[in-house]
C-alpha cells in the first residue's frame, strides 16, 4: 500500500505562486508517472501536469509556460511550482502516482484558492 500526501496550497492572489508537494510512502516499489489533477466545483476532474519516471513532462494547455512540474525520485516527492496564478485555477490539486507499473493511488488534495 502507498500513500500519498499532498500539501502547500492555500490563499493567493492573483498573479501569485505556489508550490505544492506530494510525497509518497509505504511499500514502494517503483514509482512511474505521476500527476497532478484539479477538482474546480461543478466541474470535471482536470488533468493539470504528467511527468514520467526519468523526468519527461507535459502539461494542459491552460497552465502551459506558468506552471513546472518536478520530481525527486530519492525522495519519492513530486512538485508543482505555480506561477502567474489566476483565478480560473482555484481547487482542490491531488496528486496521482502509478505503483509498479500497476497500481494507481490518489492523494487526498490541497485546496488553492485565487482571490483578491
Known amino acids: 500500500q502507498v500513500r500519498l500526501v499532498e500539501s502547500g496550497g492555500g490563499l493567493v492572489q492573483p498573479g501569485g505562486s505556489l508550490n505544492l508537494s506530494c510525497a509518497a510512502s509505504?511499500?514502494?516499489?517503483?514509482?512511474?508517472?505521476m500527476r497532478w489533477y484539479r477538482q474546480a466545483p461543478g466541474k470535471q476532474r482536470e488533468l493539470v501536469a504528467t511527468i514520467s519516471h526519468a523526468g519527461s513532462a507535459d502539461y494542459a494547455d491552460s497552465v502551459k509556460g506558468r506552471f513546472t512540474i518536478s520530481r525527486d525520485n530519492a525522495k519519492n516527492t513530486v512538485y508543482l511550482q505555480m506561477n502567474s496564478l489566476k483565478p480560473e485555477d482555484t481547487g482542490v490539486y491531488l496528486c496521482?502516482?502509478?505503483?509498479?507499473?500497476?497500481?494507481?493511488?490518489w492523494g487526498q488534495g490541497t485546496q488553492v484558492t485565487v482571490s483578491s
Open positions: 496521482y502516482a502509478i505503483e509498479n507499473y500497476l497500481i494507481t493511488y
Open positions: 509505504g511499500d514502494i516499489v517503483y514509482l512511474g508517472t
